[in-house]
């Protein structure tokens, strides 16, 4: 079997299933895409730091301040060199009704402060893929 790197490039939150996209990046040069499913709800850590990018969000598409109440559910990666990671997200409200928004893709360069988070929830997948995480 050949080495190879992974790279986590998009989460996916739902109730009773969530999904981990990812690359690996095999020796010989050929990438595999891969997709991880977690089912039950995802480790508090993962959720609570997905929501620490509610901010960038809020700030981003200039929501109303009630969207601090919102989850961010969905986040695609966008790797940046020593930048970082640029990112989008997707998050979503529920008042009366359940209200979801796209942020556009928002450059490492622009989120330096945010960069220490990013990588915390990296973390927290490949913990999530490991089997260090979710239901057992």
């Known amino acids: 079997?050949?080495?190879?790197?992974?790279?986590?490039?998009?989460?996916?939150?739902?109730?009773?299933k969530s999904t981990i996209w990812l690359n690996r990046y095999m020796q010989d040069g050929s990438i595999e895409e891969v997709q991880f499913h977690v089912r039950g709800k995802v480790h508090p850590d993962l959720q609570d730091s997905l929501n620490?990018?509610?901010?960038?969000?809020?700030?981003?598409?200039?929501?109303?301040?009630?969207?601090?109440?919102?989850?961010?559910?969905g986040l695609n990666l966008k790797p940046q060199g020593e930048e970082g990671y640029g990112i989008q997200a997707t998050a979503k409200l529920e008042v009366e009704r359940t209200i979801s928004i796209n942020s556009r893709t928002i450059q490492a360069y622009e989120i330096p402060q945010h960069q220490a988070t990013?990588?915390?929830?990296?973390?927290?997948?490949?913990?999530?893929i490991n089997g260090k995480r979710g239901d057992k």
């Open 1 to 16: 079997m050949s080495e190879m790197t992974e790279t986590i490039q998009k989460i996916k939150i739902g109730g009773s």
């Open 52 to 73: 620490q990018l509610m901010s960038i969000l809020i700030e981003e598409t200039r929501l109303a301040d009630d969207w601090n109440e919102g989850a961010i559910i």
């Open 118 to 128: 990013i990588k915390k929830i990296i973390k927290e997948c490949e913990a999530c």
